[in-house]
T-cell receptor
Framework: AQKVTQAQTEISVVEKEDVTLDCVYE???????LFWYKQPPSGELVFLIR??????QNEISGRYSWNFQKSTSSFNFTITASQVVDSAVYFC??????????????FGKGTTLSVSS | DGGITQSPKYLFRKEGQNVTLSCEQN?????MYWYRQDPGQGLRLIYY???????QKGDIAEGYSVSREKKESFPLTVTSAQKNPTAFYLC?????????????FGPGTRLTVL
């Protein structure tokens, strides 16, 4: 079965600390995509990154970086020098091929990150 | 500005009533989705639609209904058959092909049953 596990329910850090959010997935598909979304207190999910299963290069975007390791089925997300504005719930998601064509997303339960000043 | 709008932001329902949540997008996306989010939980798929006039049940479709008469619109009706409808409902859209494109989300509707 397709599954996404985010073992960390809540993380609290102080500003400027680095923090890593873990994501482990299970899939039978040979081609799949992984995503990270941010959900601030307003509730709307904000897309952060999409990574396909054939690309294991790490990616960096400003203070954000992602480490994809196919061997361990993990797609971890690191925020460097965290800021109060990073406080949010972060979701990892896995693509799922639908019976009627197209795809949907399977979400983990999310990690709540609290950054204090 | 292109995006997804959902209305209302907050909705209160008495037990036994049907209510309809609105979702509109102007991104010219073919696919649209409805998710339900409960506290401390991830998002669970209720219904999805890949093209106009066609939609499919997701993982938790019981007690819900949808329609897709226009490309831009994908309303969700929460019926009285839904036993525990209090939740946060999110609508999303994507390009809809098999290229695993990211989904874009609306701001959500928080439904409370009184």
């Amino acid at each position: 079965a397709q599954k996404v596990t985010q073992a960390q329910t809540e993380i609290s850090v102080v500003e400027k600390e680095d923090v890593t959010l873990d994501c482990v997935y299970e899939t039978r598909d040979t081609t799949y995509y992984l995503f990270w979304y941010k959900q601030p207190p307003s509730g709307e999910l904000v897309f952060l990154i999409r990574r396909n299963s054939f690309d294991e290069q790490n990616e960096i975007s400003g203070r954000y970086s992602w480490n994809f390791q196919k061997s361990t089925s993990s797609f971890n997300f690191t925020i460097t020098a965290s800021q109060v504005v990073d406080s949010a719930v972060y979701f990892c998601a896995l693509s799922e091929t639908l019976d009627q064509a197209g795809t949907a997303l399977i979400f983990g339960k999310g990690t709540t990150l609290s950054v204090s000043s | 500005d292109g995006g997804i709008t959902q209305s209302p932001k907050y909705l209160f329902r008495k037990e036994g009533q049907n209510v309809t949540l609105s979702c509109e997008q102007n991104l010219n996306h073919d696919a649209m989705y409805w998710y339900r989010q409960d506290p401390g939980q991830g998002l669970r798929l209720i219904y999805y639609s890949q093209i106009v006039n066609d939609f499919q049940k997701g993982d938790i479709a019981e007690g819900y209904s949808v329609s897709r008469e226009k490309k831009e619109s994908f309303p969700l009706t929460v019926t009285s058959a839904q036993k525990n409808p209090t939740a946060f409902y999110l609508c999303a859209s994507s390009m809809g092909d098999r290229n695993y494109n990211e989904q874009f989300f609306g701001p959500g509707t928080r439904l409370t049953v009184l």
